[in-house]
């Protein structure tokens, strides 16, 4: 018997170490020609390393979190034959670049960035990576259950033995800690089971031995690897080296409102408009008036970059985690394109197949958490743009009006208040209470969005 050691290949250009994200193995294991080995990340890319040979495992290079050098050991693998101490050739990952820039969860917004690629593939001799999102151990296997012929609201007929169950990472986690066998739990239409499936299979079965609401759960220690470690070192870095303030004014989006509603209507094979169209049509149209808004600092050259064109940073919310896909040229948009390449922007950051050119360069961020958005935010800068705008959500409440005769009179009307934090290094008060009263006379006038 001989001994193989694995190396850390090359996996990005300028890339000097990786993270350890995910082990797929440990020692004693036996693992097959290119089975897997571990998820290893880096500051452009998480890639999935596999084994380029069959055999025992013997040792492993350290814990999930540890930081490995490229080209030091990361497996070393007892292997039929005479004893030899091999290196993997290095395998390139093609274009995957990436830089993760996100804000906290808990501060209320979605601000920072995470400019992460979709899923890419290379090889080079008997070593492969792939980029993957979120890594994570395989689940435990389930012990089936005998089919159901009628599924009842909540559940899904059990799936027969070794059918595979479509669910993220997070979700078989949480799944694990409740109790629940996911394949009792009705999915969605796309056949993939989502944290609001595993809500509704709870409410259905209240009362049926699941974890009561007040009941004390026990404490975790979650350790912040890979992806969430980039968040909060790169979360860290943009709330110490900018010094941010924010600005909130209440704008009344009835009539707003109202034009969406009729363009709608009206819309035909066009997609529908959210308020997110309209709120970047009015951003590109107030930006040529206040340039200090959409520009990026950098601040170790002590350059100030003012952009003619707008490239609209987009925070969406995946089950990944926070990333920032980028409108380019959002000023020459109309409103119908710019509801097309919202929906496909979204939905390629969630699926995880969003170009690495699509989640970076942004030159303004727009950060929204719909009707979760508060009255309220003060986003955190997707640095180094220097502001960020963040809608809020829309009430009803009674406000006094002018009617056509020039008196008052009491009416209901939908309000939102816009949020913008600004770095006070590049941006004046003056400027930010200035440009938020001109994006909120267009919002408020809102057929000066599509007037020439």
């Known amino acids: 018997m001989g001994k193989f050691t694995f190396r850390l290949p090359d996996i990005g250009e300028g890339i000097a170490e990786a993270e350890i994200v995910a082990w797929h193995v440990k020692v004693g294991d036996t693992v097959e020609e290119d ?28 814990e999930v979190g540890d930081v490995v050098a490229i080209g030091s050991p990361l497996v070393v693998i007892e292997v039929e034959g005479e004893g030899a101490e091999e290196q993997a ?29 979709g899923r890419a593939r290379a090889s080079t001799g008997s070593a492969r990576a792939e980029v993957i999102v979120a890594p994570s151990p395989p689940s435990p296997p389930k012990t089936p259950k005998p089919a159901q012929t009628e599924p009842v609201e909540g559940h899904a007929p059990t799936p027969a033995p070794h059918a595979k169950v479509l669910s993220t990472p997070a979700v078989r986690q949480r799944a694990r800690e409740l109790g629940i066998d996911l394949g009792e739990v009705k999915p969605a239409a796309d056949g993939r089971i989502r944290h609001a499936d595993l809500d509704a299979f709870l409410s259905y079965n ?3 031995g699941f974890r009561a609401p007040g ?24 709330k110490r080296n900018i010094p941010h303030f924010s600005y909130v004014e209440e704008c009344d989006v009835t009539a707003l409102e109202e034009m969406r509603a ?25 930006l040529p008036d206040f340039p200090m808004i959409n520009a990026r600092f950098d601040d170790e050259a002590g350059v100030v970059t003012r952009y003619g ?23 020459d948009k109309n409103l119908w394109q710019l509801a097309r390449e919202i929906s496909r922007l979204a939905a390629a950051a969630r699926e ?12 303004l961020t727009v950060t929204s958490l719909g009707p979760l958005g508060g009255v309220a935010t003060t986003p955190v800068i997707n640095r180094p743009e220097v ?66």
């Not at 404490?219 to 969430?228: E, F, M, N, P």
Request: proline fraction near 5%; glycine fraction near 8%; charge should be neutral.
């Open 309 to 331: 064109a707008v490239h609209l940073g987009m925070a969406t919310q995946t089950e990944a985690g926070l990333m920032v896909p980028v409108i380019r040229d959002a000023q």
């Open 352 to 363: 995880g197949s969003a170009r690495s050119d699509e989640l970076s360069g942004s030159t």
């Open 206 to 208: 209240a009362g049926g």
């Open 387 to 452: 502001a960020i705008i963040g809608p809020n959500r829309i009430v009803e409440r009674p406000m006094f009006v002018t009617d056509e005769r020039g008196g008052e009179r009491i009416a209901k009307r939908k309000l939102m208040n816009v949020s913008i934090s600004c770095d006070h290094r590049v941006v004046d008060g003056w400027d930010a209470a200035s440009f938020v009263q001109a994006l909120r006379r267009l919002i408020e006038t809102p057929v000066l969005l599509l007037a020439d």
């Open 215 to 238: 009941v004390r759960g026990q404490d975790q220690q979650v350790k912040v690897i890979g992806l969430r470690r980039r968040i909060a070192e790169n979360m860290a870095a943009s």
């Open 262 to 286: 009729q363009l709608n209507a009206s819309r035909g094979d066009k997609p529908k408009l959210t308020m997110l169209p309209l709120l970047i049509t009015a951003i590109c149209r107030t």
């Open 89 to 117: 050739p290095a395998p390139k990952a093609e274009a995957v670049e990436q830089r993760i820039e996100a804000e906290t969860p808990d501060a209320g917004d979605v601000a920072k960035a995470v400019e992460a690629s």
């Open 35 to 62: 089975g897997r080995l571990a998820d290893m990340m880096t500051d452009k890319a998480t890639v999935e390393m596999e084994s380029p040979v069959s055999g025992r495992v013997l040792e492993v290079a350290g």
